[in-house]
């Protein structure tokens, strides 16, 4: 910029300072004619005609810096108090999320502009508030009691207002399209749930005496010496432990010897039948006050099952948004690719009996195919191991 245009900068910027927009206003628009614009002047001259009421050239320079810089914080916000001046509260809160959004990534930011965001906050949070009691009024008027609906539709109360994620299937190895992403079912819909709680207690007794030496124990979530390091907050910790009776789909037979009333309901049961994977069954065993973090499991074709065996009072399982307490004998299906994570609040160990099912919406000729694929797979080559189910 020549010295001519400088000064012309400077005398603008003066006069914006002491409130003189007007001024301010021609000395911007005279250096944009000129083909001498910067965004930051562009910013300026937005800010001297938004102080004049003069909205259409206020967007206009606000166009220009955002057509080149989409995330400029300051053009954001603008343009976010130019619609909300406008009466456009609804407009004016996208923008301010989205500059909102932004922030984080923006590093060190001046005073100003963190003031600016802070009236940005507040004017989303306003209109959150607002959006809530026209909804409540809404409810009211048309008889509806969101809270005596289906709980998926509170839940997706909780979504719309921002208190809760979209929950969806997100499978660490294959996901399968097509599959509703429900995060618990009903385990009475299952034919073979009844038999499988009514052997709890023997298959308790088992556990009981499995446990008296832990030594049979290994970690849940342990290193592979080929595959780089997991980033797991119980990689290796015997907090969450696991006595298993099949190792990848091949039967772990003293284990199984020590459980025989263990391994005679699981013989019972539509558990998968696929070479250097399934059956995949065990004794889950979460310490007191041990916290399974938020996962994801590897496919969505499956469903886990949790038989609680030994269970003290603060025990807890989250799938997706929603929470169930863990109660002893009452089976917990899940679909463990959906985000899930499991807490011992209790001054005990919690014990379960896990396994995996095929989803019940696959036909017989999908799961020949997955049966096909998944071996085929394996055959090319050993997969990353498994952290079902919690």
């Not at 005398?11 to 614009?37: C, H, M, W």
């Not at 446990?211 to 080929?226: G, I």
């Not at 049966?371 to 997969?383: D, K, Q, R």
């Amino acid at each position: 910029m020549t010295a001519d245009f400088t000064a012309l900068a400077r005398s603008g910027v003066d006069a914006l300072r002491r409130g003189d927009a007007r001024t301010a206003r021609t000395a911007f628009e005279r250096i944009e004619a000129a083909g001498r614009g910067t965004h930051q002047l562009r910013l300026l001259l937005a800010q001297a005609c938004t102080a004049l009421g003069d909205a259409a050239p206020a967007h206009r320079a606000l166009d220009a810096v955002l057509a080149a810089e989409p995330t400029n914080l300051y053009a954001l916000i603008m343009r976010g108090d130019l619609h909300g001046a406008a009466g456009a509260t609804r407009v004016a809160v996208s923008w301010y999320q989205a500059a909102l959004a932004q922030a984080p990534r923006a590093g060190t930011l001046p005073a100003d502009l963190l003031a600016a965001l802070r009236r940005a906050e507040a004017t989303v949070a306003a209109s959150a508030r607002a959006f809530e009691a026209h909804l409540d009024h809404a409810f009211a008027a048309a008889g509806v009691d969101p809270a005596t609906t289906a709980p998926r539709f509170a839940e997706a109360l909780e979504i719309l207002a921002g208190r809760a994620p979209a929950m969806v299937q997100q499978p660490t190895s294959f996901y399968y399209p097509h599959l509703a992403p429900r995060p618990f079912f009903d385990a009475g819909a299952f034919g073979w749930v009844a038999a499988l709680e009514a052997a709890a207690p023997a298959i308790r007794a088992e556990a009981e005496r499995l446990l008296a030496d832990r030594t049979a124990l290994a970690p849940y979530v342990v290193a592979e010496a080929d595959r780089p390091t997991k980033r797991h907050a119980l990689l290796d910790d015997r907090r969450w432990s696991a006595f298993h009776f099949f190792d990848n789909g091949t039967p772990i037979a003293a284990n199984i010897a020590r459980c025989p009333a263990t391994a005679a309901a699981l013989a019972a049961l539509p558990i998968p039948h696929i070479a250097g994977r399934s059956p995949m069954a065990l004794f889950s065993v979460l310490e007191p006050g041990t916290h399974i973090p938020p996962h994801n499991g590897m496919l969505n074709t499956r469903l886990i099952c949790h038989l609680p065996l030994i269970v003290p009072p603060g025990c807890r399982l989250r799938v997706g948004n929603q929470t169930r307490t863990v109660e002893p004998g009452r089976m917990l299906i899940f679909d463990d690719s959906i985000e899930h994570e499991a807490w011992n609040d209790g001054d005990s160990i919690r014990v379960v009996l896990l396994f995996e099912i095929w989803r019940p919406e696959l036909d017989a000729s999908e799961r020949t195919a997955l049966t096909t694929l998944y071996e085929a797979i394996g055959a090319y080559g050993p997969v990353a191991g498994d952290q079902a189910g919690a």
